[in-house]
């Protein structure tokens, strides 16, 4: 039997190869060991401004919102080019927040895509209500704006796109549809910092957009946090009330809130990463521009960056009928690469009661079936590039040879 305590044990050891996995040997050609996503590379970069942010928290002893969140939240919302940026405790409390901030609750409908992590829908049913789900687009893998108004019904609140990998969704299309049915827009960003669609960022088209800096993310914190950002002065004000007890002052409840406060340690971190962000992002257009260019003839499908968007490459993701032999040859050398996702949403166990079966959104599945993420991150080195390409190139073309 799974206990509970065997399910730590397992997620502790898990987490010890995440260790190691962010420890890698020195660079050294491609024989070497490369992580999908190297925090430690980065924090030997910024280490002195982090370690003097995390004094500045201490000695102030505000540990729990406070001015060094204020002055991130100010910032991030310059960065978003919205008016404000409410910060929260993860990606999952943005979403939640937001939802129930757009006036989401029981009895009404919200849609979004089967291809998401799945805090996507499970915020949705936080917030009381029903997911509504609608296949992707094959190119941005993002919510296909031709399936929405099908989709529609007289509950319908919201639509919730995703902005995948860093490639934002199709925001003109999706708007027009809002517009036309009285329905907020809610973007999930949590992939996407700095990606832009026609030149505006993402955070700022729709009524609302939901960031998450998990480390890992493209803006990642040194622990779990989150943000809200939105031009809307009243919906900002209705989260900022709602992650922190619905209490404009102490004991005055005017909502049911919620303990999401960001720790103040986390909004220093941020403030000195948001600095960086810019950097870090163009280093990865540029690495995605390296795998493009080197494995144009691999014979595998690559990431489509649409012309109207600005892509920031939170995942460099391949495709392939032979996705699971070419993830075994990276393996094999040391390189570590992921799925995301194997399995989509409307799959997954939890939630089988959402009533969808297999076949119901063919090009999330297929996706699930093919999609390989490769190592990207900012402090990739040019041979570690070309040591992933050689690799796949080579399995590739075994496996083609294979077929003949
Ligand atoms: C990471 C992620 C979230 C959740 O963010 P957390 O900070 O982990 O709660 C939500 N949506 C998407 C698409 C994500 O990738």
């Not at 129930?100 to 949705?124: K, N």
Request: aromatic share 8%.
């Amino acid at each position: 039997m799974v206990t509970l305590s065997h399910m730590i044990q397992w997620d502790e050891a898990q987490n010890g190869k995440e260790l190691a996995q962010s420890n890698p040997r020195p660079a050294s050609g491609y024989e070497t060991m490369i992580p999908l996503v190297d925090l430690r590379a980065q924090y030997q970069e910024i280490k002195h401004e982090v370690e003097a942010a995390i004094h500045r928290v201490l000695e102030s002893s505000r540990f729990v919102l406070g001015p060094e969140v204020e002055a991130f939240e100010q910032g991030f919302a310059t960065f978003c080019r919205t008016r404000h940026a409410v910060a929260v405790n993860s990606g999952t409390s943005a979403l939640h927040l937001a939802l129930l901030a757009a006036g989401v609750g029981p009895g009404s409908e919200v849609i979004t895509v089967p291809f998401t992590f799945v805090a996507t829908v499970a915020t949705i049913l936080y917030a009381g209500a029903k997911p509504v789900l609608v296949d992707i687009d094959p190119r941005t893998l993002t919510i296909d704006p031709g399936k929405i108004e099908a989709a529609v019904t007289s509950r319908t609140v919201a639509i919730l796109p995703v902005h995948l990998y860093g490639h934002p969704a199709d925001m003109d299309p999706i708007l027009q549809i809002a517009k036309k049915h009285g329905l907020v827009v809610i973007e999930d960003c949590a992939q996407a910092h700095g990606a832009e669609y026609h030149g505006r960022r993402v955070g700022s088209m729709g009524a609302v957009g939901c960031f998450s800096f998990y480390p890992s993310k493209n803006l990642g914190a040194y622990g779990e946090g989150g943000a809200v950002t939105t031009d809307d002065e009243d919906f900002a004000h209705k989260v900022r009330l709602l992650r922190n007890w619905g209490a404009p002052q102490r004991y005055t409840h005017l909502l049911k809130g919620y303990n999401y406060r960001m720790d103040a340690i986390q909004g220093a971190i941020l403030r000195v990463k948001l600095a960086h962000l810019e950097k870090w992002t163009e280093s990865r257009r540029h690495h995605a521009r390296s795998y493009d260019r080197l494995l144009a003839h691999s014979g595998v499908e690559l990431p489509i960056a649409q012309s109207w968007a600005r892509h920031v490459y939170h995942v460099y993701g391949i495709r392939s009928e032979t996705r699971d032999a070419i993830r075994k040859s990276l393996l094999a050398r040391d390189i570590h690469c992921e799925v995301h996702y194997p399995v989509p949403v409307h799959l997954q166990p939890a939630f089988a009661d959402l009533g969808y079966q297999k076949g119901d959104f063919p090009t999330a599945e297929s996706v699930a079936e093919t999609q390989l993420s490769l190592p990207i991150y900012p402090e990739l080195t040019k041979s570690q590039i070309e040591g992933v390409a050689a690799v796949i190139g080579a399995a590739a073309a075994e496996e083609s040879c294979r077929h003949e």
